[in-house]
């Protein structure tokens, strides 16, 4: 199989803190990998150490190369959105697409111009003119006309109204995804990005608190729904966590025997909010 | 790969105002400034009664000292663009690796495939080639303009603009000279220029405050240290700048140098052993000099700084 990124003992330390501590990473290609975790969990610093955007120590390799020493050349196959609205302001529409096409040599005008041609973003303006989601807009247009292995989005949508956050997702799944490709995303809003997402990784305090496919998560986590009165049987089964609802009890469990919990509530597959938070809470005790 | 011209075409666009319009506003300047004195000319207080009379009197002066004037002139008309340029540039290189970072458009032009090196070579050539060439431009352009507007007044007036003063010196001479000042003062000011590029990439905020104060207090403790051990004013780091300002191979000034004759000449007089009259080998002579040599050395640890500083921009 190959491998996307690999990374062995990857660490990022600052000054006092750790924040990216000892992490081993395998992703493959054509995956959607959502990375999800609390503010300061070390996403950032992972992403930036993959990009050659910030040293790092440990091993890692991503298609290939080291990215501290080769970030010019990784990004002839390596695109990113770190942050929404970071495209310079003074730039026109027409030479930010001129610049991309003079350096980037698999970007493509026709492709670029034509998911341009959706929006109301017209060639003469500039970006300081443009509000907050059309400069996402132009900036996602530019990125999915540059035909790269590896698309990095960190926090893409961040203050976007929904409209735009839908139609940005939208389009990355239908115009950009296929089998060669691999995305990475990380992002707060996690319940808009699951139903694209074919992996999932958590992360806490600089390390991997769960790596795994989203197939995999289905078939590992369960969530019951338990009558008041079956509560404390269900207790007994050793949930992973537990919360209330409108006076009902879920229960969030792992590997455990769906017949007997069947007996005790309805059964659900677990959205990954909840996962998330149970996955934190664990990590936390 | 086209990478590096249109990097340089990125520099261009971003600073377009200061790059472009600013020389233009000059040129359009001294235009007006000579449309304003020809019709105004009578006004003065002067020898002659009209402007025809004027010209009537130097088209009967000596042929060699027209030709010297005309030639002298040329160069000293490029003092305003050189004046400018030299500011204009201070400020770009001061922006140069800082505006990017504090607008945070540095994430973008990071994820191009475009490396450092390359970034801050494409923003050093544009320091020292690309800004003074295009002043240099528009300085012919305005200098044409000008012989234009001279020849008309001339021909209007009933006299030969060619034998009074078109024909008889060669512009191009002058305008090279020019050109070739500028080209010799980019290399003459690389250590500035590295400083400046080093702050950029350094400074979290108000570059020109980090790109000053150091050297000034570093320059005032020098001067008190001194004058406290031997109550005189010696070598500081405020004489080395000055000095290295004072011989710059610009043509800035116009005078006589004690020999009694009109001149343009490089620098400010500082020594008695260089004449600073205005030649290419005069130019050359501070390139091929033990203090470039010092120059280049600190230009090089500057940028190379610069360079690091640049790679770890997005750390945190």
Redesign the interface.
């Known amino acids: 199989m190959n491998y996307v990124i690999e990374a062995q003992g990857l660490t990022k330390r600052y000054k006092r803190t750790i924040a990216v501590d000892n992490i081993d990473l395998r992703i493959p290609e054509g995956r959607i990998v959502g990375l999800i975790g609390p503010n300061g969990a070390g996403k950032t610093s992972a992403l930036k150490a993959i990009l050659g955007l910030a040293t790092y120590e440990g091993q890692l390799s991503v298609l290939d190369k080291d990215p501290a020493k080769d970030r010019a050349a990784l990004m002839e196959d390596v695109c990113f959105i770190a942050d929404v609205a970071v495209l310079p302001r003074w730039i026109r529409v027409w030479q930010l697409i001129e610049l991309t096409q003079d350096i980037h040599p698999k970007f493509s005008r026709e492709k670029c111009l034509e998911y341009l041609a959706s929006t109301k973003i017209t060639m003469d303006h500039k970006v300081k003119q443009l509000s907050k989601g059309m400069v996402a807009q132009l900036h996602l247009a530019i990125v999915m006309a540059i035909d790269v292995k590896l698309l990095v989005l960190d926090e893409p949508t961040l203050g976007l109204d929904i409209l735009y956050r839908k139609q940005f997702y939208t389009s990355l799944l239908n115009d950009y995804f296929d089998e060669q490709r691999t995305i990475v995303i990380t992002t707060h809003q996690v319940e808009e990005v699951e139903h694209i997402l074919s992996d999932l990784i958590f992360i806490q305090d600089g390390r991997i608190a769960l790596h795994s496919s989203m197939d995999e998560v289905q078939e590992r986590y369960v969530e019951l729904m338990a009558a008041p009165d079956h509560a404390m049987a269900a207790r007994d089964l050793e949930p992973l966590y537990e919360r209330e609802l409108f006076g009902r009890h879920i229960f969030l469990f792992e590997n455990a025997d769906r017949e007997q919990l069947r007996a005790l509530g309805e059964l659900h597959t677990p959205n990954v909010a909840d996962l998330f938070v149970a996955t934190m809470s664990r990590g936390e005790s | 790969m ?2 590096l ?3 340089i ?2 520099e261009f ?2 600073n377009k105002g200061a790059l472009r319009t600013t020389p233009v506003v000059i040129g359009g300047l001294y235009i007006v400034v000579l449309l304003m004195s020809i019709i105004t000319f009578q006004h003065f207080d002067n020898d002659f009664q009209s402007l025809k009379e004027a010209i009537a009197y130097l088209a009967q002066s000596d042929v060699e000292l027209r030709n010297k004037i005309i030639h002298q002139s040329t160069m000293i008309g490029s003092f305003l663009f050189s004046l400018v340029l030299a500011f204009v540039v201070f400020f770009y290189l001061l922006g140069s690796l800082y505006d ?1 970072r504090k ?14 090196t ?1 970034t801050l070579v494409s923003k050093l050539l544009t320091a020292m080639v690309v800004a003074p060439f295009i002043f240099w431009v528009i300085y012919v352009i305005t200098h044409i303009t000008i012989m234009l507007i001279s020849s008309i007044v001339v021909l209007a007036l009933g006299e030969n603009p060619w034998t009074l003063f078109l024909g008889i010196g060669n512009p191009f001479k002058g305008w090279s000279m020019v050109l070739v000042s500028y080209m010799c003062q980019s290399i003459w000011a690389l250590p500035l220029y590295g400083w400046l590029m080093l702050v950029s990439a350094f400074a979290p905020r108000i570059p020109l405050l980090f790109a000053t104060l150091p050297p000034v207090v570093f320059a005032v403790l020098q001067i008190w240290i001194e004058f406290l051990q031997t109550f005189t004013l010696k070598n500081n780091l405020f004489g080395v700048i000055g000095q290295w300002f004072a011989n710059s191979p610009l043509i800035i000034s116009a005078d006589d140098h004690g020999k009694n004759d009109f001149g343009v000449a490089l620098g400010i007089p500082v020594t008695s052993t260089f004449d600073h009259e205005v030649t290419v080998a005069n130019m050359l002579d501070r390139l091929f000099s033990s203090q470039m040599l010092i120059g280049l050395v600190m230009a090089t640890v500057f940028l190379a700084g610069a360079l690091w500083l640049r790679h ?1 921009a ?3």
């Open positions: 086209n990478r011209p249109a990097l075409k990125r666009w971003e990017d607008d945070r458009s540095i994430l973008f032009w990071k994820s191009l495939p475009a490396s450092d390359l770890r997005t750390e945190s």
